[in-house]
Structure formats: structure tokens, C-alpha cells
């Protein structure tokens, strides 16, 4: 699962740049042989638009919403994009210049007020970003393009156009919630977020959206809370990005990386600050793993603890035994991570790039196993009896439960992110293959299949080609959970003719089926799905 592939040419740099949007659908010059039972759509979403006029922004996570469509048709392809229209990206083509602060970059007041007018907008308090360049996914009928704040926005999928902005803090106790939320087959949505507990303390919350509804009403209007897991901190809530479930259980994993909220409330008014320079590490703390049963809903009172660790996407969670298995992409340590992906990091020079990889938090795909029936007298001993991981779970003295992890895949600066499984099948469920993107000292540049029982791994990869998330799609009337294939769109920079190109591996062993090219380079996308 390593990479072989040196890139001193640098063409990743080109998934880093502004695109325009597409005035129509565009077809693709087609190699091999589009399966005939494809007939949907695969939709992604990540940044398109780096700077406005002479403005640049500084973040991975600060480009302007920009949407992207596959089509297929009759084993035909076409392609198109199309930028999300939200508050932030409307005022800042309007203002020409950047108007809402956004990850890693603060929007300074209109240079054309005068000095009374801008001193006062420093005591405003912050304007919440509402671009959505993170995901989408399916609430009821309706589809919602989303990042990680109380804002989603309402898409149309098959035209791309924005049809309105959802605050969510209209419906739920939460001020934001996760770009990863779990969908059962029934359509409802799981999805949790911080919020203000009992006494102002802070805590998150797992928050449900229900189905499609018989009278047509809107499922957002009928969320509700399900269960309340305390924080660590008071005042300092763990970033997070995505959460676990399985049959019985929710799991969340509190990592040592925190918002201070004193300081995100004050720094606005304070100095020129964004939403990186309130992020700071507990050196102390580890992490924490929590759980809350689903029926009823309640939070499991048991402290499970392990060494430091950011984490952001979870693979996949289950039971077993009497134990919960939980498998994670994770990265060693306490710095955050997101410290190594601004631009000018990520636009160097390769020997660059790769020197500042080398002091980042390293990558590496863990197995956790927490242990469902826990008694004090069992001090000193290991919890786990499944017979088939080397992860450990121990008592200590103090009554907390100490997690090490089992190691499915580990390599220097070599990660295993943005994973997918068959989820339809496999989640909440004992499982096999795990499919992912692979960083190569942070730039994506292969495909990755992981057996996570055997720890076999496949890789497909070619030089100057830089993926992105796989999107499993299982084939019709598939038997095994690997029958399917994988979506995924490449740009190949040094390309004469189509740089950008959709591909289509076969699930099994990651051989390819077919490539849809287009006239075009595609910025990086972060997450998106296919839809029938």
C-alpha cells in the first residue's frame, strides 16, 4: 500500500489551483467499457476557487464551495460543475474580496468604510462561514451540501443549483455538526455536534433526522436529540469530524485537539483571527472513547482511554462477542494536523513537501476493541478475548479502561485516509475490505484496498495521477462484499490531451474497467456519493 511514486515534477500543484465552472455538461472520451447497470450520478465537493481578485486564501479548507457531477447514461459520461452559491461565496463575488472568515483565512472589514465603521464590525462577534466544500448527502428527499458549521445548503443534484441555506441551530441544541453522518437503510439520518449542556457545561450531542415523511413535511424540521456525552473540558470542546455506530451502540472518540471557545469568542473582536488560531492541543489528556447505547438512549459511564491521537475519519465500527470493535485512520500524537495543509505548504516543491511531512503526525490505520462488561476486581488484566485481534483493553487502578490498539496498516508518512467500505452491507457490521486514498507525504496520489483481517492491501497508481476519495458501488445482485467497483476522479497534470478523468476499478483487485476522460483539470474534492 505504499507508494513507490516520486513527483518532483510537482503536477499535484495544479489540484490546488482556481477552476471556472462549467456552462454545460461536457462528454467524456470513454476507454473501456462503462458498466451497463451504472445509470446514476457521483457527486463531490471540495474547493474551486483559491483567491478572489488580488485576496488569496490560506487554507486547504478555505476555497469556495465548488460541486462536481459524473453522469452516466447508456454507457456514455459527461461531466460538469458548478459553484455552490453560498453567503460566502455570493458576497465575496459581489464585495470582490473575501467577505466571511473561513478556516485558516480572516476576512478583514470593507477597506472603503471609514475608520468609526470598521473599529465597530471588530465587536460584531464572528459571521459563521456557510461554505459548504466538505460533502453531501441525502436528508429524506432532498440533498445537502454541507462543511462542518450549524450551515448545510440544498442542492439540486441533477442541475447543481443552490436552492437554499439550513441553520440547523433553528432545529437542534448544537452549534455545528459533522460532515460524516451515518444514514440508515430506512433513510434516517445520525448525526452529532457540540453543544451548551446542563449548567452551561459543554458536552455533544447525538442528534437524529427522520426519513422521508408521508405528509411531504421536511424531515429537518422533526430533528431531535437522542443522547448528551459529556466533555472532557468545560470551555474546550475536542474537534471533531466524524463518529461511530453500530447495532447497539454510538461511539465517539474525544481527541487531545480542542476549540477554545473563550478564544473563538473573543479573538474577532480582539485582532484578526480565523478558526485555526483557536485550535490548541491538551498534552495531557490522550483520548477519549465514549460510548451511548441506542436503545435506550444512554450514555455508557465507563472511562476507556488511550494515547494521543487525531483522528477524523472512522472506518467502520461493530460487535462482537460481547465487544465493540471500532477501526480508525489515525494519526500519532497531539499536534494537530491540519497544521500541515495550508496552501503554501502543500504548493511546495516536492523535496518541500516532503520535508514537512517528516514533522508531522504520522499515519496509521488502528484497531480499538472496547469491552462491554467491565468489573473493577479485574485490575491488571487483558479484557479482550477475541481470537483474532492484538488489540488489548486493560484495567487500571483509578477505574479507567486502558485501549492499545492493533495496527492494520502503517507506513512512514504513508496514510490511509478517506475511507469507504460497503456500507449498505457492512456497516455496524463484522466486515473484511476497507478501500481508501493513499497520502504520500500528504498528497493523494493512489487508490488503497485494505483486508483488515489478513492485512493484505492492493494499490492502483500511475505516475503524476492524483485521486481521489473512492465511492464503493456495489454491483447488482453482488454476493461477495467486494462485488462492486470503485469511483473515483484523477487528475493527470502532465497531460497532452483530458487531463482530468474519471476512472472505474473493479473492487475485487483494483484492475481497471474503464476511464472517462475530459478536457479538463479538477481541484481537489474531499468527500461526495453516488447517486442511482
Request: hydrophobic content about 35%; aromatic content about 14%.
Amino acid at each position: 500500500m505504499v507508494s513507490r511514486v516520486e513527483h518532483p515534477a510537482g503536477g499535484y500543484k495544479k489540484i490546488f489551483e482556481t477552476c471556472e465552472e462549467l456552462a454545460e455538461p461536457i462528454p467524456a472520451q470513454i476507454t473501456g467499457r462503462i458498466p451497463p447497470w451504472l445509470k446514476g450520478s457521483l457527486l463531490r465537493l471540495g474547493p474551486g476557487l483559491f483567491e478572489v481578485g488580488d485576496e488569496p486564501f490560506y487554507h486547504l479548507f478555505d476555497g469556495q464551495a465548488l460541486m462536481h457531477k459524473f453522469d452516466f447514461k447508456n454507457g456514455q459520461v459527461t461531466y460538469y460543475r458548478k459553484f455552490v452559491r453560498t453567503d460566502a461565496y455570493v458576497r465575496a463575488m459581489t464585495e470582490k474580496r473575501i467577505v466571511i472568515t473561513e478556516f485558516g483565512t480572516f476576512a478583514y472589514p470593507d477597506p472603503c468604510k471609514n475608520i468609526f465603521s470598521r473599529f465597530f464590525s471588530y465587536f460584531k462577534g464572528v459571521e459563521v462561514t456557510d461554505n459548504c466544500l466538505v460533502n453531501v448527502y441525502p436528508i429524506g428527499e432532498d440533498f445537502y451540501a454541507c462543511t462542518e458549521t450549524n450551515f448545510i445548503t440544498k442542492v439540486n443534484p441533477d442541475t447543481l443549483e443552490t436552492l437554499k441555506k439550513v441553520d440547523l441551530c433553528n432545529y437542534m441544541n448544537i452549534n455545528g455538526v459533522t460532515a460524516h453522518p451515518h444514514i440508515e437503510q430506512d433513510g434516517t439520518v445520525f448525526n452529532m455536534g457540540n453543544c451548551f449542556g446542563k449548567g452551561a457545561t459543554l458536552a455533544y450531542n447525538i442528534v437524529s433526522l427522520p426519513p422521508k415523511q408521508k405528509d411531504k413535511s421536511d424531515p429537518v424540521e422533526k430533528a431531535k436529540v437522542l443522547v448528551q456525552i459529556p466533555s472532557s473540558e468545560r470551555f474546550k470542546p475536542s474537534y471533531v469530524h466524524s463518529f461511530g455506530i453500530s447495532p447497539n451502540y454510538f461511539i465517539f472518540v474525544e481527541t487531545p485537539v480542542k476549540i477554545n471557545l473563550l478564544k473563538f469568542l473573543s479573538a474577532w473582536s480582539i485582532r484578526g483571527s480565523n478558526y485555526m488560531d483557536c485550535f490548541e492541543s491538551n498534552e495531557t489528556m490522550g483520548t477519549w472513547f465514549h460510548l451511548a447505547t441506542r436503545n435506550p438512549n444512554e450514555y455508557v459511564d465507563v472511562k476507556f482511554r488511550a494515547s494521543p491521537m487525531n483522528l477524523f475519519h472512522h472506518i467502520n465500527c461493530y460487535e462482537d462477542q460481547g465487544f465493540v470493535v471500532v477501526d480508525l485512520c489515525t494519526w500519532k500524537g497531539f499536534e494537530f494536523v491540519y497544521n500541515y495543509l495550508y496552501l503554501a505548504n502543500l504548493r511546495e516543491n516536492w523535496e518541500e513537501v516532503k520535508k514537512a511531512a517528516m514533522m508531522a503526525p504520522q499515519p496509521e490505520v488502528r484497531r480499538y476493541v472496547l469491552p462491554m462488561d467491565v468489573h473493577r476486581e479485574e485490575q491488571g488484566k487483558n479484557l479482550i478475548s477475541l481470537p483474532y485481534t492484538t488489540a488489548t483493553a486493560v484495567m487500571r487502578s483509578d477505574g479507567t479502561v486502558w485501549l492499545e490498539p492493533e495496527v492494520l496498516f502503517s507506513g512512514p508518512r504513508q496514510a490511509f485516509e478517506f475511507p469507504q467500505i460497503n456500507y449498505q452491507r457492512c456497516s455496524g457490521k463484522n466486515y473484511t475490505y476497507a478501500y481508501g486514498l493513499g497520502l504520500n507525504h500528504f498528497i493523494p496520489d493512489r487508490i488503497c484496498k485494505l483486508n483488515v483481517r489478513t492485512k493484505e492491501t492492493w494499490v492502483w497508481q500511475e505516475p503524476d495521477s492524483y485521486p481521489s476519495e473512492p465511492i464503493f458501488v456495489q454491483t447488482p445482485d453482488g454476493v461477495d462484499e467486494d462485488d462492486g467497483i470503485l469511483l473515483t476522479i484523477v487528475v493527470n497534470p502532465g497531460a497532452a490531451q483530458r487531463p482530468g478523468y474519471l476512472l472505474i476499478l473493479n473492487a475485487k483487485d483494483l484492475s481497471e474497467i474503464a476511464r472517462a476522460e475530459v478536457e479538463a483539470i479538477m481541484p481537489v474534492t474531499f468527500h461526495g456519493m453516488y447517486k442511482p
